[in-house]
């Protein structure tokens, strides 16, 4: 009785053949609907998935950090670099390329470094390791002295990729750090 629908029609005969209808069991593919039960549970079951999938993936900070050689300081510069990069407009535009010129105080306080721990530890790795995604210039003299750097998005985008690929297997034990 609980899986009694009524049809509210204004004809007996058209009532008479929707019941009919249904009760042949005739559904097509678009219309046809699993369940309530297995309906939810298969939602939860895609829900789990995809956290399990976001939990078992490393952040971008720590591709990042991969990126610069597994560098913290290096990797946490390329991180905001890539941020300030995507969010400042409008940029500089010198030699067909579009640059940000920050002071070395400024970069070092936005990144979270101190300004030893950027000149000495950070610029240097990212120099060596990303080269191709970032260029740093420093131009200017005296106060007026700014690092310039220009980011590579498409080149990032792929390393990441690249980096998040390494580091699941890293983490699952199906790839080895020793040679």
């Not at 535009?93 to 010129?101: F, H, M, P, V």
Request: aromatic share 6%.
């Amino acid at each position: 009785m609980g899986n009694v629908i009524k049809f509210h029609t204004k004809s007996v005969k058209a009532e008479a053949e929707m019941k009919a209808f249904l009760a042949k069991g005739a559904t097509k593919a678009k219309t046809a609907k699993a369940p309530t039960k297995q309906h939810i549970l298969a939602e939860k079951i895609k829900q789990a998935k995809k956290h399990k999938a976001r939990l078992g993936m490393p952040g971008e900070l720590a591709r990042c950090r991969a990126i610069v050689g597994g560098d913290a300081l290096g990797g946490m510069l390329l991180y905001r670099m890539v941020y300030l990069y995507r969010e400042i407009n409008p940029k500089l535009k010198r030699n067909g390329k579009e640059y940000l010129a920050l002071s070395r105080d400024d970069l070092a306080l936005s990144a979270g470094l101190s300004l030893s721990e950027l000149k000495n530890r950070a610029l240097p790795r990212l120099k060596k390791y990303a080269s191709e995604i970032v260029e740093v210039q420093a131009m200017g003299n005296g106060k007026d002295k700014k690092l310039w750097f220009a980011v590579d998005i498409g080149a990032y985008s792929e390393a990441l990729n690249d980096c998040a690929c390494e580091l699941k297997m890293l983490s699952d034990g199906s790839f080895s750090t020793y040679a």
